[in-house]
C-alpha cells in the first residue's frame, strides 16, 4: 500500500506562490521531510524557462540534496506545474 504524503498549508503555499510567480514558464521543485510529513520545499529554477518541459538546474538541485542530507531528511517529492 502506498502512503500518504502529508502537505502543510504553508507548504502548499509555497508551492503556489512558485508557480504564479516562475508562469507562464513551468515551475519546478523538491519536497523532502521525514516520514510521509514534507517538512521543506525547495524552488527549483527550471533551465528549460519552457512552457511544456521542465529540467531542474543542476546546481539548485544539487544544493538542496545537500541540504536534505544534512537534516537528515529524506526525498519525498518532485514537482512541476502545467502552463495553460
Known amino acids: 500500500m502506498q502512503a ?10 509555497e508551492m503556489r506562490h512558485h508557480v504564479f ?13 521525514r ?3 514534507a ?4 524552488l527549483i529554477t527550471n533551465a528549460t524557462q519552457s512552457r511544456v518541459r ?6 539548485e538541485q544539487y544544493n ?6 544534512d537534516q537528515g531528511q529524506e526525498l519525498l517529492g518532485i514537482f512541476h506545474s502545467h502552463s495553460k
Open 4 to 13: 500518504e504524503l502529508k502537505l502543510s498549508t504553508q507548504i502548499v503555499a
Open 64 to 69: 538542496a540534496f545537500l541540504q536534505i542530507e
Open 39 to 42: 517538512e521543506n520545499v525547495f
Open 35 to 37: 516520514s510521509e510529513r
Open 54 to 59: 521542465f529540467r531542474m538546474d543542476t546546481q
Open 21 to 33: 510567480d516562475c508562469a507562464p514558464l513551468e515551475a519546478c521543485g523538491l519536497l523532502s521531510g
